[in-house]
């Protein structure tokens, strides 16, 4: 399996079946993550974490405290592709994350980066 990620006109191919996708909230400075997986010719999530909470971000019912951070299973999304917007703010744009390693992702100019199974 494999993740497609394309941020203008330049697409990026990963081989991979689980990613975690990692960002900081623009107004509480606390950074929230989301495990997906590629199920067949979809995205899956998995878990979610945020590590507080406040303007709009309260965890959701049912959330549990873990390691300084508050983990929950979102509703069930399989979706085809994900639109990740950016921001021109100071902050670290969206990271992606495969076996524990991170990397930042190419600030695409305010449009969104598209990510997507591979055909």
């Known amino acids: 399996m494999s993740l497609c990620i394309l941020t203008g006109a ?3 191919t990963i081989a991979i ?3 975690t996708l ?3 909230h623009s107004v509480e400075k606390t950074e929230w993550q989301e495990d997906w ?3 067949n010719t979809k995205l899956e999530i998995i878990e979610a974490r945020v ?12 959330s549990k405290y873990i390691n300084g951070w508050w983990t929950y299973k979102p509703k069930e ?3 085809k592709e994900l639109f990740l917007s950016t921001s021109n703010t100071s902050l670290i744009n969206w990271k992606i994350c495969i076996n524990g390693s991170c990397e930042v992702l190419d600030n695409n100019q305010a449009n969104p980066i598209k990510i997507f199974p591979c055909d």
């Open 10 to 12: 330049k697409i990026t």
């Open 17 to 19: 079946s689980f990613f």
């Open 22 to 24: 990692s960002w900081t």
């Open 37 to 39: 997986k590629i199920n």
């Open 51 to 62: 590590q507080g909470s406040g303007a709009g971000m309260d965890p959701p019912d049912g």
């Open 77 to 79: 999304l399989i979706i």
